[in-house]
Every structure is written in C-alpha cells, then in structure tokens.
C-alpha cells in the first residue's frame, strides 16, 4: 500500500528556473492540499483541491500553481523560482472528517 | 483568525510521563489531530478528537476540550524512539476543511 507519493525527495534550482512535484495518491482520497514547512512557522497551506478537476489557493499560494487533472494526482508548479521558496514541501491527502496522509517530503533549495 | 499555540521545546526522562498542551482559535471546528514528525521525515497520524474527552491509545492519549479550545497529548513509558516533533492540527471549515497546524513542540527524550 503506497499511500501518498511525491516525486522529486530532493531538488536544487536556480533563481528564475521552473520546476513541478508531482503528488500521487492511491486511497481515493478527494481532499488533496500542498503544504510548506519552515523552521519556527509550521505547516502553511499552500493550494488545495476538493476533488478531481478543482483547485484553490491557501494561506500562502503567492509564486505557485497547481493541477489536479486526476483525483488521484495533485502537481504543484513554481514557475519563477525564488530563494524564498527554499523549504521542504508536503503532499497530504483526506476524506472528509478523517485524518490526513503525507508524502514523503520534498528538499527544495532555491539558490 | 486562526491560531494554534504549543510549547516549542520540552524536555524528558526514559520511563517518565509527559503532557504536551495545545490551545487554538480556529474557524470551524471537524476534529482534534496529533501528529509525530522525526527530524527529517513526513508527519504521522498518532490520535483524533472531535468530542471533549479522552482517547487512549497505547501508550499515547489525547485529551480535548472544545469549550476551552484546549487539547493535550500525553505520552506515557517514554522511549528514546519518542524524540520527535508533536504537531498540534485542527481541521476546520475554511480551505477545504483544510488542517492548521501549530508550530509543533520538539520533544527530546534523555537516558
């Protein structure tokens, strides 16, 4: 049972260049977010999905675009990336009033 | 607003008990959550609360009053293993039922 897989673990960028971390999930799961977490500040939202073909943005989508084209997959694009994106970025995803499941993680250095 | 407030550090004996508390003003209210995060890894489910009370598993409880907008976590017989981040999580209305997280509270367990 796979759960919840992202794809890059690791990845370096350099200012301006673009970049996807693709989100897979096999729990059938409709909710879908993408969170970053930085030290001292938790995990903030990112953009979310309430199911296949929906998107929406979160607490901090400023520089990111997302695509949810099959439920059980949830992109996340940085078009222009800037240092400031340097974080590790989470996948998680739920059914109603159950608990989220997380990826992996993805190390995303912006120099 | 929403805000969810833990300790950022404690500190424990192998063997003893520890109590790591967790306040919150959110909008909505669809569950309780804890999570555990070693250093470097995806946060994990540990328990649920969405009516005031205890829930005991294992060596884990989490405790929840919903008028107080107060939770606990407290884990009992520690381990070395227990060294971790304990994320505090409400689940709320806004952003999809989206999870808003605390700051988290790294637990270092001593011999």
């Known amino acids: 049972n796979a759960g919840v897989t992202q794809t890059p673990k690791f990845r370096v960028l350099k200012t301006g260049q673009s970049m996807t971390l693709l989100c897979a999930q096999d729990?059938?799961?409709?909710?879908m977010y993408w969170y970053r977490q930085d030290p001292g500040m938790g995990l903030r939202l990112i953009h979310y999905?309430?199911?296949?073909?929906?998107?929406a943005k979160g607490e901090v989508p400023d520089g990111y675009n997302v695509s949810r084209l099959k439920k059980q997959n949830f992109l996340l694009g940085l078009e222009s990336a800037a240092p400031s994106q340097t974080s590790v970025y989470f996948c998680?995803?739920?059914?109603?009033?159950?608990?989220?499941?997380f990826g992996q993680g993805t190390r995303l250095t912006v120099v | 607003g929403q805000n969810i407030d833990q300790p950022t550090e404690m500190t424990a004996t192998e063997g003893a008990i520890v109590q790591i508390n967790c306040t919150y003003q959110?909008?909505?209210?669809?569950?309780l959550f804890w999570y555990q995060q070693h250093a470097g890894e995806a946060p994990t489910f540990l328990s649920y609360?969405?009516?005031?009370g205890l829930e005991e598993k294992g060596r884990f409880s989490s405790f929840l009053s919903r008028s107080k907008g107060y939770s606990y976590l407290l884990l009992k017989e520690l381990q070395m293993k227990d060294s971790a981040s304990y994320l505090c999580?409400?689940?709320?209305?806004?952003?999809?039922?989206?999870?808003?997280f605390g700051p988290g509270t790294r637990l270092s367990v001593l011999p």
């Open positions: 998680a995803s739920a059914m109603g009033y159950t608990e989220a499941f």
């Open positions: 999905s309430v199911g296949e073909g929906t998107t």
């Open positions: 999580a409400v689940r709320g209305d806004n952003y999809g039922q989206n999870f808003v």
């Open positions: 959110t909008s909505g209210f669809n569950g």
């Open positions: 729990m059938n799961h409709e909710y």
């Open positions: 609360n969405v009516l005031d």
